[in-house]
C-alpha cells in the first residue's frame, strides 16, 4: 500500500501521518487524531478551510462546489476545504481560524 506523509501545522503544533494515498481529509481525521474540523460537510461552512503550505499539486484540485464557496469567501489561492480534497502525495497544511468576512471588509 502506498505512503504519503501529510504533515499539519496547527497553533505552533505539527502533526505528521504516514497516510494511504487519495484518502480524503475526512478519512484521515476518522482515522487519525487532528485538529481537522468538519460540520457541513458539503463545502457551505467553511469550518473545515486550511491552508496548503508545500506540496498542492499533491491534493485533489477542488470541486465545483469548493471553488464556488472559497470565492465567495474571498479565500486565498492556497486555501482549500478539507471536507472536499483528497491527499495523493506529500503535502503540508496549516490549519488557521477561519474568519467569515462581514460587510465591512
Ligand atoms: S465542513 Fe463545511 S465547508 Fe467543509
Redesign the pocket.
Known sequence: MATCQLQIMHRGAKTCLDIRTGLGF?AIAEKHATPL?????????????FKVLAGGDHISPPTAR?TD?LRAMRAEPTER????ARVHGPATIEIEHFVIPTAKD
Not at 37 to 49: L, N, Q, V
Not at 81 to 84: E, S, T
Open positions: 475526512q474540523e468538519f460540520d457541513c460537510r458539503e463545502a457551505d461552512c467553511g469550518i473545515c478551510i469548493e464557496f476545504l478539507a471536507c472536499q
